[in-house]
């Protein structure tokens, strides 16, 4: 008895289960079916929203094997319908910016091969921008004049006149010279005639250069360097005593032109009616060369010409550039450029011709008493 009902215990245990799996299968069957349902509706918005059909059989898919290993809870069950509107939102969110790129690309003008050739030519030929090229030109012009100036302060040009004392005793004049600068050595005579030239020599070639005409009485000497020194050898016609002269280059000065006086009658001298003038006094040569003698009183000249004068020990020193003929002058001297310089007795009168012509000019003389 106890057997039987034991085995009809078993029975009924084996059928509430069997109907329990029964029931259990039915309600799997019908979540599978809901979830089909959901996944054809996921792939019909998917198709309204242009989204491509890969990528909603992979969301469709993913959220199908998801939902397929997951309980069948009602949370899980709501899984997969809340992941595919998510998917969906967020590829048509995607598909939205894709289009805003692509129509800003297709709004924005793509060059063409040709406008791409040519931007590669001019790149090749000209590298550089317009202010670059600016920018090189304005650093190489500064380094041109850094390298063209001379170091130091530019030297200043002077023109000046010499007497060459011919004694053995004497100091030989000296020339400043300046690289790049030429000096022009003018030789004049006593009556202020020029002096030609018959031979010359220098001691240092390589550091002067020195040109002459073979028949004049102007030299051009040259210094090929800054700092250098040297001596110049100067023969002229008919006279036997060389000329000596000292170069020396890199001066504060330049000498730009300077007439050396011979003390002596060259072969172009010219001859007046008083005699032949002083070669040597120290004080018509610097009114020849315009400069003040020493303790002397300016007087003001009036009447043409280019004329200065100066009261000097009861004697008149007049610069000028006419030729006085009244009164007769007790010395004078010339400049090769036609200046003349006189030493006469006060008069408040001269007489003088302009030029050398018959043209007569009266000069009035103040400040005598």
């Given at each position: 008895?106890?057997?039987?009902?034991?085995?009809?215990?078993?029975?009924?245990?084996?059928?509430?289960?069997?109907?329990?799996?029964?029931?259990?299968?039915?309600?799997?069957?019908?979540?599978?079916?809901?979830?089909?349902?959901?996944?054809?509706?996921?792939?019909?918005?998917?198709?309204?929203?242009?989204?491509?059909?890969?990528s909603?059989?992979?969301?469709?898919?993913?959220?199908?094997?998801?939902?397929?290993?997951?309980?069948?809870?009602?949370?899980?069950?709501?899984?997969?319908?809340?992941?595919?509107?998510?998917?969906?939102?967020?590829?048509?969110?995607?598909?939205?910016?894709?289009?805003?790129?692509?129509?800003?690309?297709?709004?924005?003008?793509?060059?063409?091969?040709?406008?791409?050739?040519?931007?590669g030519?001019?790149?090749?030929?000209?590298?550089?921008?317009?202010?670059?090229?600016?920018?090189?030109?304005?650093?190489?012009?500064?380094?041109?004049?850094?390298?063209?100036?001379?170091?130091?302060?530019p030297?200043?040009?002077?023109?000046?006149?010499?007497?060459?004392?011919?004694?053995?005793?004497?100091?030989?004049?000296?020339?400043?010279?300046?690289a790049?600068?030429?000096?022009?050595?003018?030789?004049?005579?006593?009556?202020?005639?020029?002096?030609?030239?018959?031979?010359?020599?220098?001691?240092?070639?390589?550091?002067?250069?020195?040109?002459?005409?073979?028949?004049?009485n102007?030299?051009?000497?040259?210094?090929?360097?800054?700092?250098?020194?040297?001596?110049?050898?100067?023969?002229?016609?008919?006279?036997?005593?060389?000329?000596?002269?000292?170069?020396?280059?890199?001066?504060?000065?330049?000498?730009?032109?300077?007439?050396?006086?011979?003390?002596?009658?060259?072969?172009?001298?010219?001859?007046?009616?008083?005699?032949?003038?002083?070669?040597?006094?120290?004080?018509?040569?610097?009114?020849?060369?315009?400069?003040?003698?020493?303790?002397?009183?300016?007087?003001?000249?009036?009447?043409g010409?280019?004329?200065?004068?100066w009261?000097?020990?009861?004697?008149?020193?007049?610069?000028?550039?006419?030729?006085?003929?009244?009164?007769?002058?007790?010395?004078?001297?010339?400049?090769?450029?036609?200046?003349?310089?006189?030493?006469?007795?006060?008069?408040?009168?001269?007489?003088?011709?302009?030029?050398?012509?018959?043209?007569?000019?009266?000069?009035?003389?103040?400040?005598?008493?």
């Amino acid at each position: 008895m106890k057997i039987f009902l034991i085995i009809l215990s078993v029975l009924f245990v084996f059928c509430q289960s069997s109907f329990a799996l029964t029931a259990r299968d039915k309600r799997d069957q019908e979540d599978a079916q809901k979830k089909m349902d959901q996944l054809k509706q996921v792939l019909a918005k998917a198709a309204k929203s242009n989204i491509p059909s890969g990528s909603a059989n992979i969301i469709a898919t993913s959220n199908l094997s998801s939902d397929l290993l997951s309980p069948s809870t009602s949370d899980q069950a709501n899984a997969p319908q809340q992941a595919a509107q998510a998917g969906v939102s967020s590829n048509t969110q995607n598909k939205a910016a894709d289009t805003t790129n692509v129509l800003a690309t297709a709004n924005t003008p793509q060059p063409s091969l040709y406008d791409e050739a040519f931007s590669g030519v001019v790149g090749q030929l000209l590298p550089m921008t317009p202010d670059q090229i600016m920018k090189l030109r304005e650093v190489f012009t500064a380094s041109n004049q850094a390298a063209a100036n001379p170091p130091g302060v530019p030297p200043k040009p002077t023109s000046t006149s010499l007497l060459v004392n011919l004694s053995p005793q004497a100091v030989a004049p000296v020339i400043r010279l300046g690289a790049g600068y030429i000096t022009s050595l003018v030789f004049i005579d006593a009556t202020g005639q020029p002096w030609p030239i018959a031979a010359y020599s220098v001691g240092d070639p390589a550091a002067f250069n020195i040109q002459w005409d073979r028949k004049g009485n102007t030299m051009l000497v040259q210094s090929a360097t800054f700092y250098k020194r040297s001596n110049l050898a100067v023969i002229l016609r008919d006279l036997n005593t060389p000329v000596m002269i000292t170069l020396i280059s890199g001066q504060e000065a330049v000498d730009y032109r300077v007439d050396l006086r011979i003390p002596g009658v060259g072969p172009n001298a010219v001859f007046i009616q008083n005699g032949i003038p002083d070669a040597v006094n120290p004080i018509l040569f610097d009114v020849l060369n315009g400069i003040p003698p020493k303790g002397s009183k300016e007087l003001k000249v009036s009447g043409g010409g280019i004329t200065q004068a100066w009261l000097l020990n009861k004697k008149l020193y007049l610069r000028t550039n006419l030729t006085v003929t009244s009164p007769g002058w007790q010395a004078t001297m010339s400049s090769i450029d036609g200046t003349h310089a006189y030493q006469l007795q006060p008069s408040p009168v001269i007489l003088a011709l302009q030029n050398g012509k018959d043209k007569i000019l009266t000069l009035m003389i103040e400040g005598l008493e």
